[in-house]
T-cell receptor, first 117, second 107 residues
């Protein structure tokens, strides 16, 4: 069974940093592109970033470019999102999602990040 | 960047009604479109990929169509368990933009 479990969320002050992790199991992690998708409270889904299976191709939404860094460790079956210079508008539930090339077929339960003083 | 626009933003229909949601891309994306269902308090679920292919386990009352810039998601006979917000997403290239969502309720 595919499982994606996010961790590392919480409350952070504006301008602060946070690192999200996503532990994957139940599939060959190193074969899949992985995505981060977020959802602000009461709002829609926003694609944040994705990383290819090898980590050689990385893309970001304009809203986070230069502040967020996606990475992965295939030996540890883990996906990461380093978030710097956090703003109030980054407050959201962050989902880790598997990208099978035809959309996101498996999603984690999500982790809440709150940016507030 | 290509924008994805869904309509309507919300709708209310009776059980058994046929429901249609549209998604328009600002430029052609061939058939690189997915539809997701997000029930209240739940994680998004992939319903349809490649514009018209049902994901395994999705009821046959759901269908998708379209190519290029115009796409539709149809629920042939709305059921109470279909109350959710539905999102389209382009995945031809980054950014993999979502539509703003369509909230479906029962009248």
């Amino acid at each position: 069974e595919v499982q994606l479990v996010e961790s590392g969320g919480g409350l952070v002050q504006p301008g602060g940093s946070l690192r999200l992790s996503c532990a994957a199991s139940g599939f060959t992690f190193s074969s899949y592109t992985m995505d981060w998708v977020r959802q602000a409270p009461g709002k829609g889904l926003e694609w944040v970033s994705d990383i290819s299976s090898s980590g050689s191709a990385i893309y970001y939404a304009d809203s986070v470019k230069g502040r967020f860094t996606i990475s992965r460790d295939n030996a540890k079956n883990s996906l990461y999102l380093r978030m710097n210079s956090l703003r109030a508008e980054d407050t959201a539930v962050y989902y880790c999602a598997r990208d099978w090339g035809l959309g996101n077929d498996h999603w984690g339960q999500g982790i809440l990040v709150t940016v507030s003083s | 960047d290509i924008q994805m626009t869904q309509s309507p933003s919300s709708l209310s229909a009776s059980v058994g009604d046929r429901v249609t949601i549209t998604c328009r891309a600002s430029q052609g994306i061939r058939n690189y479109l997915a539809w997701y269902q997000q029930k209240p308090g739940e994680v998004p679920k992939l319903l349809i990929y490649a514009a018209s292919t049902l994901q395994l386990g999705v009821p046959s009352r759901f269908s998708g169509s379209g190519s290029g810039t115009d796409f539709t998601l149809t629920i042939s006979s709305l059921q109470p368990e279909d109350v959710a917000t539905y999102y389209c997403q382009k995945y031809d290239s980054a950014p993999r933009t979502f539509g703003q969502g369509t909230k479906v309720e029962i009248k």
